[in-house]
T-cell receptor, first 115, second 111 residues
Framework: DTEVTQTPKHLVMGMTNKKSLKCEQHMGHRAMYWYKQKAKKPPELMFV???????INESVPSRFSPECPNSSLLNLHLHALQPEDSALYLCASSQEGTLSQETQYFGPGTRLLVL | GQQLNQSPQSMFIQEGEDVSMNCTSSSIFNTWLWYKQDPGEGPVLLIA?????ELTSNGRLTAQFGITRKDSFLNISASIPSDVGIYFC???????????FGTGTLLAVQP
C-alpha cells in the first residue's frame, strides 16, 4: 500500500478564516512533507517532519502552521491567508534511514481557493 | 528554489508513438525519481532509480540513471491517450529529505 490520503479535496476560505488541511499515511513512513503547487509548476517544498519533529521550514509565512500529532498524521493550519496562497497543497511521505529515504509518495492534494 | 533542467517543455504526439524526455543537472544526485501528474491530482511515482547506470522498466516506461549521476531520461513506448499529463523528474542528494524537481514536460497524445 503506497497511499497517502488528504482531506478535504477542495477548500474555499475567506482571508479571515481559520482552516486545517489533513494528511494521513499508514506505510510506516517517518518523514512527512507539505508542498505548495501552482498550476503547471513543480511542487515547492514548505515543511518537512522527520520522526514527528519539524526538520525543515522553507521560510514559510507564519500564517501556515504545520503540526505532526503522530507518525501517521500531518496537519497544516491556515489562518489569515492571502489570495496568492490559492494553490494545490500536497502532502507526501517517505521512509527514513534507508536507500529509498528520498522516494516520496504524494497524496491527491487539497485545492485551496482564498477569496 | 533550485530546479532541474527538463526537456522538452511540451510534446504533442500521435497515439502509438514513442516518447523520450530527460533531465540534467550541474549537481550529482544519488536518487532520480520520475512522477506523472494529472490535472488537479497529486504526482504519482512512476520509477525510482538509486544507482548510476541503472536502467529500470515499469510496463511501457523505461528510465535510466545517468552514469555521471547528473542526468536521467524517461522513455514511453507506444503511447496511449491516458499517458497525457505532466511528467516531473526529481533528484535527491541523499543528504537531506529535499528533492529538486524538474520544470516538467507536458505530454499531449492525439488519438
Amino acid at each position: 500500500d503506497t497511499e497517502v490520503t488528504q482531506t478535504p479535496k477542495h477548500l474555499v476560505m475567506g482571508m479571515t478564516n481559520k482552516k486545517s488541511l489533513k494528511c494521513e499515511q499508514h506505510m510506516g513512513h517517518r518523514a512527512m512533507y507539505w508542498y505548495k503547487q501552482k498550476a503547471k509548476k513543480p511542487p515547492e517544498l514548505m515543511f518537512v517532519y522527520s520522526y514527528e519533529k519539524l526538520s525543515i521550514n522553507e521560510s514559510v509565512p507564519s500564517r501556515f502552521s504545520p503540526e505532526c500529532p503522530n507518525s501517521s498524521l500531518l496537519n497544516l493550519h491556515l489562518h489569515a491567508l492571502q489570495p496568492e496562497d490559492s494553490a494545490l497543497y500536497l502532502c507526501a511521505s517517505s521512509q527514513e534511514g534507508t536507500l529509498s529515504q528520498e522516494t516520496q509518495y504524494f497524496g491527491p492534494g487539497t485545492r485551496l481557493l482564498v477569496l | 528554489g533550485q530546479q532541474l533542467n527538463q526537456s522538452p517543455q511540451s510534446m504533442f504526439i500521435q497515439e502509438g508513438e514513442d516518447v523520450s524526455m530527460n533531465c540534467t543537472s550541474s549537481s550529482i544526485f544519488n536518487t532520480w525519481l520520475w512522477y506523472k501528474q494529472d490535472p488537479g491530482e497529486g504526482p504519482v511515482l512512476l520509477i525510482a532509480l538509486y544507482k548510476a547506470g541503472e536502467l529500470t522498466s515499469n510496463g511501457r516506461l523505461t528510465a535510466q540513471f545517468g552514469i555521471t549521476r547528473k542526468d536521467s531520461f524517461l522513455n514511453i513506448s507506444a503511447s496511449i491517450p491516458s499517458d497525457v499529463g505532466i511528467y516531473f523528474c526529481a533528484g535527491g542528494s541523499g543528504a537531506t529529505n529535499k528533492l529538486i524537481f524538474g520544470t516538467g514536460t507536458l505530454l499531449a497524445v492525439q488519438p
